[in-house]
Nanobody, 124 residues
């Protein structure tokens, strides 16, 4: 079992930056590919970014590429999502997820554990 707790969400203005954190506890953190997903009001949950067991192996959705950076600190059992140049369309609940695999996936149903989510609201 892996427990995931997100933090760092809030209300910001367009163009601002925000960093989300996801603290993991339970089984060995460095066995898991970690991902961030988001669900905007009235929409399906969508892939945002993921990082494999190796911190340098990352993937991003086209909508956030160049603005968001995912990173992990295996010593702290924590994954981060640094977000810059935020836009109103980034408003969503952001979820952290863990996948017991070295392969990055963008599919919701291929992640084994999920956090409760943290709200990010970007005003125009």
């Amino acid at each position: 079992q892996v427990q995931l707790v997100e933090s760092g969400g809030g209300l910001v203005q367009a163009g601002d930056s925000l960093r989300l954190s996801c603290a993991a506890s339970g089984r060995s953190f460095n066995w898991y590919t970690m991902g961030w997903f988001r669900r905007a009001p009235g929409k399906e949950r969508e892939f945002v970014a993921a990082v494999s067991l190796s911190p340098g192996n990352t993937r991003y959705s086209d909508s956030v590429k160049g603005r968001f950076t995912i990173s992990r600190d295996n010593a702290k059992n924590t994954v981060y999502l640094q977000m810059i140049s935020l836009k109103p369309e980034d408003t969503a609940v952001y979820y952290c997820a863990a996948r017991r695999s070295v392969v990055i996936s963008t599919a919701n149903n291929e992640y084994d554990y999920w956090g409760q989510g943290t709200q990010v609201t970007v005003s125009s």
